[in-house]
């Protein structure tokens, strides 16, 4: 018989006419509702075998699928969360049912959530990605409907000078300031630092490193050590067996606690987030002087692009050309000559002469 019930619930058990046998639950203790969905997947599997037609699939089994394709993402546990929210909107629902329309009212009910733009395109960007992938690799859509992204605000770049940052470190509780003053002094990222362990330490070399799993490029970024980075690390030997930042015993996971933003109110710090501290470690690195190569490969960035945001800290290099305009000035001297203001060179006589005829 191909319909039996098991644990409540009545399962199918049938051959499809390609010779494959297929057993799988109907989800339902219903057996109207159960022998419909087995004669409704007999038929679809008979005209998928003898009129090729493409088998239908629901936005759950995108999303089983691309999270199974996706677990080496760094992101993945973000992406997770935004997944679940689409689950209110798309759970159950046929690819085909995605249209453009609907898209449309999944941007409006984030929106309505009081969210900010960068927040709604963060959740479109997956519905987005998971759309291309059935189109694009799995076959399951002829095409995909537009995912249009909302504007987002171009923001400058948030860091401290070396004031503010003082002042900050000098208001956070002891184990969150050796925390902050390392990423300020490696520009490591929050989860790097939160993670570090004696096993990714040299002290005897000054150096540690991030293997490829825990960086966000998924590639392993070596980290020089300065004498900053040293003194902290040396301070934290003993207080834990494996993890180099611990408090009251445990490795730290959390680090945007009540205390962070407590201590940035005292500080007269706002709109800082501990990101930024990475910001400011950048950027205090091009107005130093850094290239912005030996920053890319510093921060462990995978292309140049994500570095030339700090480019601007720093106009050095530019200084020349602008000196240039200097040769371009004409002044007259108190004889009637016109010299030349960048070398005090005369000028030719019909120079001269041009010269004061314009006077």
Request: glycine content about 6%.
């Amino acid at each position: 018989m191909s319909l039996r019930k098991r644990g409540g619930l009545y399962w199918i058990d049938v051959v499809a006419p390609t010779g494959e046998r297929v057993r799988r639950s109907t989800g339902t203790a219903n057996k109207a509702l159960a022998q419909e969905y087995h004669d409704q997947l007999k038929a679809q599997m008979w005209r998928l075998a003898k009129l090729g037609e493409r088998p239908r699939h629901t936005w759950n089994d995108a999303v089983v699928r691309w999270l199974k394709e996706s677990t080496h993402k760094a992101t993945i546990e973000s992406d997770k969360a935004h997944l679940r929210w689409l689950d209110k909107y798309l759970d159950g629902k046929d690819l085909d049912f995605i249209s453009r329309a609907v898209v449309d009212r999944i941007t409006d009910a984030k929106l309505r959530e009081g969210v900010s733009n960068a927040t709604v395109n963060r959740t479109l960007e997956i519905l987005r990605a998971i759309l291309r992938r059935c189109v694009n690799e799995w076959e399951w859509l002829d095409k995909a409907p537009r995912v249009r992204m909302l504007r987002e605000p171009t923001r400058r770049i948030r860091f401290l000078n070396r004031d503010e940052a003082q002042r900050l470190l000098a208001e956070l509780p002891e184990h969150l300031a050796d925390m902050a003053a390392f990423s300020l002094a490696t520009g490591l990222r929050r989860a790097n630092v939160t993670g570090l362990q004696w096993s990714q330490v040299d002290l005897v070399r000054r150096q540690a490193w991030i293997h490829p799993d825990q960086a966000k490029a998924r590639k392993a970024i070596a980290v020089p050590l300065n004498a900053e980075a040293v003194t902290l690390i040396r301070k934290q030997v003993g207080r834990h067996p494996t993890h180099v930042f611990s408090f009251r015993g445990r490795p730290i996971r959390q680090v945007s606690t009540k205390a962070w933003y407590q201590a940035q109110q005292r500080a007269g710090i706002e709109d800082f987030r501990w990101h930024d501290l990475r910001h400011t470690w950048a950027s205090w690195h091009v107005q130093g002087g850094t290239p912005l190569y030996a920053l890319q490969e510093l921060g462990g960035w995978e292309s140049p692009e994500m570095v030339r945001r700090y480019a601007h800290l720093s106009v050095e290099h530019l200084a020349p050309y602008a000196d240039r305009l200097c040769a371009l000035r004409v002044v007259g001297n108190e004889a009637g000559e016109v010299i030349e203001a960048a070398n005090g060179t005369n000028l030719s006589q019909g120079q001269k002469r041009q010269g004061a005829s314009s006077r």
